[in-house]
Every structure is written in structure tokens, then in C-alpha cells.
């Protein structure tokens, strides 16, 4: 199945939300980091997580999470924008924890004690930053907490992943559903119970259950309505063109030495991990180019 993401909204319940399946992609940015079965659950959380904030978004708009604890992985970085595109990467995506159960050790990975920044950028406006403590570190439950505490919307988030030994990840997905007025919190509950009677989202997933049959168990009888949906890709906005113009802004001086010391300038995207090389002949090209300038 193509990864995707669903809007929708129940009356009845009171409720609007998002579910969406991002297996592929999140598998793009594994496979572009090489990580461990530690780091591709983290990874893929955190991926999943960014692609339902951003289709809470308006056209245009950005939101970056950053959970950083103090465990071995350091961080977890995504960002995500209203079209569906989403990008990120792991501090250490060689770190691997034994699992727990047979779960990867996210929580380890990440460490207990950290921060959530998310920062959204909302143009023409100012960007809008909050920090909130990690609450789980197992990543939906600190994005529920944020969505709660700092946006003051009771909110409902499930993330699923299932990872192989090998690191690869079978399914990926999440759900996000939030009170849309003043009896939406009542309705939360009522779809919570019946989220409890059904088999985990991973494992919906995995079943090949598609997004809209899932929905239809998640409601119970209760009626919604779909939103259309909206493709989902790994997308990474880097270029040789972006990085060359990073080299020009470092100014004449640092690229000679970087000229002198190194020999060609190596320009490696985090988000992608994508290499841009750049040659002795092109930085001395480069270097009369600023000296015409």
C-alpha cells in the first residue's frame, strides 16, 4: 500500500483527527541512514509523528520536532510540511539496545530525561517554538502530552511500528484524534475503549487492513466522515545548487583553507545523507567568483 494520510471528522463524536500509513517511506530513511533495529523504530516513530503534524497544517506551512534525551541516540530530528513531505534523521543510527519483549528499546535509546521542541513555521507569521519535557520517550505519548499541555486540545495519538532483527521495518503508521468542540473529550473516550478492544495498530497494519477499514473498527458504528486523502514521500529539499550556495556564504577565507587543508569541500546532508562533493577546480572557480563579487 502507498503511504498515505486521511483526514476525517465525526459529529457524533465531536472529534477531527488523521490516520495515515507511512511504511515506505519511513523505510527510505532507514535504508539512506543505515540504522539499527533500535534506531529505525526511533526513526520511523518520529517520521510518523511529523507526517500527522503536518497534515494538521495550511498550505505552505512547516513544523520541525526535535526529541532529544539523554540516551544513547541522542535525538531524533523530522520535519514535515501540509503536501506530505516529511524528512528526518537519528543522532547515532548505529546505537542498538537488546529489545524488550522483542520491541525495540526506544525508551532506552532516547533516554527518560530530555525535551520535545516543535517549532512551526507558520509564514508570513513568526515561527512558533515550545519546549516541553519528554514525558515517555517512547514518542506518542510526549506528542500527545505536547498536543495537550502547549495547544490545550485534548488529543488521542498512536504511532505504530514493527521492525525486523534486521533493522527493516514491516509497518509504520499513526493516528491522531482530536476534540473538535466542547464535548469532543467525551467522544475521545468512547473511541479510546473501543481502540482497546481491537488488535494494535501495527498489527491492523500488518494484516493489511487499509487506512479507511481501520477507521470503520475504530468507530465502532459511530458515524465519520472522510476528508479525501493526501499522498505521503521522504522528500529531502537539499541540492548541489543549496550547497553551493552554503560554500559561498562561508566567505573567501574559510573556502580557501578549506581549499588548502582539504583539497575539495565534502557537503553532507543530515536529513538525506546525501554527498556533495565539490573539486579543486570547483572551489577555485568558486573563489574567483567571490573575488568578483
Known amino acids: 500500500m502507498e503511504d498515505k494520510l486521511h483526514p476525517f471528522r465525526s459529529e457524533e463524536a465531536g472529534v477531527r483527527g488523521l490516520i495515515c500509513?507511512?511504511?515506505?517511506?519511513?523505510?527510505?530513511?532507514?535504508?539512506?541512514?543505515?540504522?539499527?533495529?533500535?534506531?529505525?523504530?526511533?526513526?520511523?516513530?518520529?517520521?510518523?509523528a511529523g507526517a500527522l503534524m503536518g497534515g494538521t497544517l495550511k498550505v505552505r506551512q512547516r513544523v520541525a520536532l526535535k526529541f532529544e534525551g539523554s540516551g544513547p541516540l541522542q535525538k531524533v530530528i523530522v520535519e514535515a510540511n501540509a503536501a506530505g513531505r516529511v524528512r528526518g534523521y537519528v543522532g547515532d543510527p548505529q546505537v542498538n539496545l537488546p529489545p524488550i519483549e522483542g520491541n525495540p528499546d526506544v525508551i532506552s535509546g532516547l533516554g527518560r530525561a530530555g525535551l520535545l521542541t516543535v517549532v512551526k513555521d507558520q509564514t508570513p507569521q513568526e515561527p512558533l517554538k515550545s519546549i516541553v519535557?519528554?514525558?515517555?520517550?517512547?514518542?506518542?505519548?510526549?506528542?500527545?502530552?505536547?498536543?495537550?499541555?502547549?495547544?490545550?486540545?485534548?488529543?488521542?495519538?498512536?504511532?505504530?511500528?514493527?521492525?525486523?532483527?534486521?533493522?527493516?521495518?514491516?509497518?509504520?503508521?499513526?493516528?491522531?484524534?482530536?476534540?473538535?468542540?466542547?464535548?469532543?473529550?467525551?467522544?475521545?473516550?468512547?473511541?479510546?475503549?473501543?481502540?482497546?478492544?481491537?488488535?494494535?495498530?501495527?498489527?491492523?497494519?500488518?494484516?493489511?487492513?487499509?487506512?479507511?477499514?481501520?477507521?470503520?473498527l475504530i468507530f465502532s458504528g459511530m458515524a465519520y466522515k472522510q476528508l479525501g486523502e493526501r499522498p505521503l514521500e521522504f522528500y529531502c529539499s537539499c541540492s548541489r545548487e543549496r550547497s553551493r550556495f552554503a560554500l559561498i556564504t562561508l566567505g573567501s577565507e574559510e573556502v580557501q583553507e578549506i581549499l588548502d587543508s582539504e583539497g575539495q569541500a565534502v557537503i553532507d546532508c543530515h536529513f538525506c545523507h546525501e554527498r556533495y562533493i565539490f573539486s579543486r577546480e570547483e572551489l577555485e572557480e568558486l573563489l574567483e567568483e567571490l573575488a568578483g563579487a
Open 133 to 216: 519535557p519528554l514525558t515517555t520517550s517512547e514518542i506518542q505519548g510526549d506528542l500527545q502530552a505536547y498536543l495537550e499541555q502547549s495547544e490545550q486540545i485534548p488529543s488521542l495519538v498512536e504511532i505504530a511500528t514493527e521492525v525486523t532483527e534486521s533493522g527493516f521495518v514491516t509497518a509504520a503508521g499513526g493516528l491522531l484524534i482530536q476534540a473538535a468542540n466542547t464535548y469532543g473529550a467525551q467522544g475521545l473516550a468512547k473511541l479510546q475503549e473501543c481502540m482497546q478492544e481491537l488488535p494494535p495498530l501495527g498489527a491492523l497494519i500488518s494484516s493489511g487492513h487499509t487506512l479507511p477499514e481501520i477507521l470503520d
Open 21 to 48: 500509513l507511512t511504511t515506505g517511506l519511513v523505510n527510505e530513511a532507514c535504508q539512506r541512514h543505515g540504522t539499527s533495529p533500535t534506531a529505525s523504530a526511533a526513526l520511523a516513530r518520529v517520521l510518523t
